[in-house]
């Protein structure tokens, strides 16, 4: 699996090989954004696209913003959607490129089942985020 950062500017030419990733994983995101939403964060460059490919073809993507902290910039995955995607080697590739955008740390908010996932590859949980719509 190889896993490769898409350029703002191949946004619209690529959407349609990811948005059903997009889909399949915004199902289990919550209000904060629309999958229209996300299309638009990526084409205007506010977030990264990252795509799974394995033989060429697309098998997963991934969103991301950057987050800027006193002591660190962070990486915050926003969205993850397809299957098989998450091990050692994909992560390892996933965090050279945060890197290059200047990322000192990887962050998530997710399910207690992805949670469980990624402490596969050395994530640990640090918040339990609660929220009440007011």
Not at 30 to 41: A, G, M, N, P
Not at 101 to 124: D, I, N, P, Y
Request: charged share 20%; proline share 1%.
């Amino acid at each position: 699996m190889i896993i490769q950062h898409i350029p703002t500017e191949k946004c619209a030419q690529i959407w349609s090989a990811v948005e059903k990733f997009i889909v399949e994983a915004h199902k289990h995101d919550s209000e904060d954004y629309s999958v229209d939403q996300i299309r638009q964060f990526i084409c205007t460059g506010q977030w990264i696209l990252l795509v799974a490919m394995d033989k060429n073809v697309i098998k997963g993507a991934m969103t991301i913003t950057f987050l800027n902290y006193p002591n660190d910039r962070i990486a915050f995955i926003t969205c993850t959607g397809g299957n098989m995607i998450i091990c050692q080697e994909s992560y390892n590739q996933m965090v050279g490129i945060v890197k290059k955008f200047g990322a000192t740390k990887v962050q998530t908010a997710v399910r207690e089942s992805m949670s469980r996932l990624l402490s596969r590859v050395g994530f640990k949980n640090r918040y339990i985020v609660a929220e009440q719509r007011i």
